[in-house]
C-alpha cells in the first residue's frame, strides 16, 4: 500500500475512483437529482485542478489506485474508496493522514459530510455544527451537514514509557496486526519496545523521541515462518480526546523486498 500525492497521470484514475463511488453507493441515498449533482461537482476537470494545485492524494494497492483524498487549507473536500475496497480501513487511514497535514497549521478541520459518510466522520470525531440545503435540478433539494472537528497538535511531553499499542491498520505489506501487542519504555529522548502476536513470534524496536514530539526507530522481528525481518519507521504522535495516543507510521523494510509502507497504531 502507498499513499501519495496524486500527479497529473493519475486524473483519469482519480476521477474513475470518484464516479464509480458515486454511481454505486449514492442512488441507495439521494434521488438522481442529487447523484447527478455530485457526478458534476466532482468532474474531471475540478479534479484535475485540484491535483495540479498538489491538493489530492492517492492510495494505491499493488500500484492501483483504490481510494483518493483531498484538502484545501483545513476542508476536507474529496475522500472516496472504491466500494470493493470500502470496511477495510483506507478511508480512515486517509482521514488520519489529512488530520496530521491541517494540524501543521490548523486547530480544527471541516468538512460537509454527504449522508453515506456522515456516520464514519461522527466516528472519527467529528460533529454537526450546521445543516445546510442545496437545491438541485427539479426542485430537488440536497440536505448535508457541516461537521467541524478540533485537532490536537503533535505532542511533544509524552512519556511512552509503559504504554501499549496495537495496530489498527497496515499495509498489505506489512507482518504486524490487529493481533500485535506493543508495549513501550522510554528514558529521556531513548525510546524501545517490545512486540509480539498475530504473525510476530517476538520483535523489538529501538530509536529515539525528536525534539518535535515524532518518534524514528529501527525494528525486528522474527516471523511465524521463522523468518528475521528488519526495517525502520518514522512515527508521528496525535493525542486525542479521550487522551489516548495515536502512531501515524511511514516505514520501509530494510531486508527482503526494501518495500514501504503505512501503519496506525492506537493506543489500549
Known amino acids: 500500500m502507498i499513499y501519495e500525492l496524486a500527479n497529473p497521470e493519475d486524473i483519469q484514475a482519480v476521477y474513475n475512483v470518484v464516479q464509480h463511488t458515486i454511481k454505486t453507493i449514492y442512488p441507495k441515498y439521494y434521488p438522481m437529482e442529487v447523484v447527478d449533482f455530485f457526478y458534476g461537482h466532482h468532474s474531471e476537470d475540478a479534479i484535475e ?8 492524494s492517492v492510495l494505491k494497492i499493488d500500484g492501483t489506485i483504490v481510494a483518493t483524498g483531498c484538502f484545501v487549507d483545513n476542508h476536507i473536500t474529496r ?3 472504491l466500494p470493493e475496497h470500502q470496511k477495510k480501513g483506507y478511508g480512515t487511514f486517509i482521514m488520519k493522514n489529512i488530520e496530521v497535514q491541517i494540524s501543521e497549521k490548523y486547530d480544527k478541520e471541516y468538512l460537509d459530510a454527504s449522508l453515506p459518510a456522515a456516520a464514519l466522520y461522527e466516528k472519527l470525531g467529528f460533529s454537526t455544527v450546521k445543516h445546510e440545503c442545496y437545491p438541485v435540478e427539479n426542485g430537488v433539494i440536497l440536505a448535508y451537514e457541516v461537521m467541524e472537528k478540533e485537532l490536537h497538535k503533535i505532542s511533544t511531553d509524552i512519556n511512552y514509557d509503559g504504554r501499549k499499542f496495537i495496530p489498527k491498520m497496515n499495509s498489505e ?12 519504555h522510554q528514558n529521556g529522548n531513548l525510546l524501545w519496545a517490545e512486540y509480539s502476536g498475530g504473525d510476530i513470534l517476538k520483535g523489538s524496536l529501538i530509536g529515539s523521541v525528536l525534539c518535535n514530539g515524532e518518534l524514528d526507530f529501527v525494528y525486528h522481528h522474527m516471523n511465524q515462518n521463522m523468518q528475521i525481518k528488519t526495517g525502520k519507521c518514522h512515527s508521528v504522535p496525535t493525542v486525542q480526546e479521550n487522551g489516548k495516543i ?7 523494510w530494510t531486508s527482503g523486498d526494501y518495500s514501504k509502507g503505512e501503519s496506525l497504531l492506537v493506543e489500549v
Open 49 to 56: 485542478k485540484d491535483i495540479k494545485n498538489g491538493y489530492v
Open 173 to 184: 505489506n506489512g507482518e504486524v496486526g490487529e493481533q500485535t501487542n506493543f508495549t513501550y
Open 79 to 81: 475522500i472516496y474508496v
Open 246 to 252: 495515536e502512531l501515524s507510521e511511514k516505514w520501509q
